[in-house]
């Protein structure tokens, strides 16, 4: 695996909180941004909305306001329009420009990741997720089997709220992401 040198600067600027965003969110997507903790971190994964560019031109100005760092899923070009501060890594697709982020669920991921050149990495899914309810979750000792295979911080994704990423931290959960647990 490609060794990344992140410096404790950079762990410092990563939020420890992470709004994940979808398109059944609808207009609690809004609620959910305003009701995020100021220096937050929002992902903007609308991947397919045809009003995509609208929604992240919303998210750009909330992410001002809040004083949040936006990140763009998949798409490097949209993420420079919107004024994003980079990108998102998803598990599927090429690799992008600008990657900050990264998704990951089995060791290939990270170090598909770590070339990347993500600074940072979200383990999921963790727990069971309305997302993906029947999809197999990681549980915390899959998670931390994972974590101790990246060489960058890692953050958790998936049935996530900040109770549960208190129990993860010992394990090297840094950072943590989620859709519901602000609905």
Request: net charge positive.
């Amino acid at each position: 695996m490609a060794a990344i040198d992140v410096t404790m600067t950079d762990r410092q600027n990563l939020p420890e909180i992470w709004l994940f965003t979808d398109p059944r969110m609808n207009d609690d997507l809004w609620a959910a941004v305003d009701r995020l903790p100021r220096h937050s971190g929002i992902v903007m994964r609308h991947y397919d909305a045809i009003e995509r560019l609208a929604i992240g031109m919303r998210l750009a100005a909330a992410a001002r306001r809040g004083r949040h760092t936006l990140l763009v899923a998949g798409d490097a070009r949209l993420a420079k329009r919107i004024g994003a501060v980079g990108t998102h890594l998803p598990t599927f697709g090429p690799i992008i420009e600008g990657v900050m982020t990264a998704a990951a669920h089995n060791p290939a991921d990270i170090v598909r990741a770590c070339r990347a050149g993500a600074r940072m990495i979200f383990i999921s899914p963790v727990f069971t997720t309305r997302s993906h309810p029947d999809g197999p979750s990681l549980g915390r000792i899959g998670f931390g089997r994972l974590a101790r295979l990246s060489p960058v911080p890692v953050a958790a994704l998936g049935g996530m709220h900040a109770a549960r990423f208190t129990s993860l931290r010992p394990l090297g959960a840094c950072a943590w992401g989620a859709i519901d647990a602000f609905l």
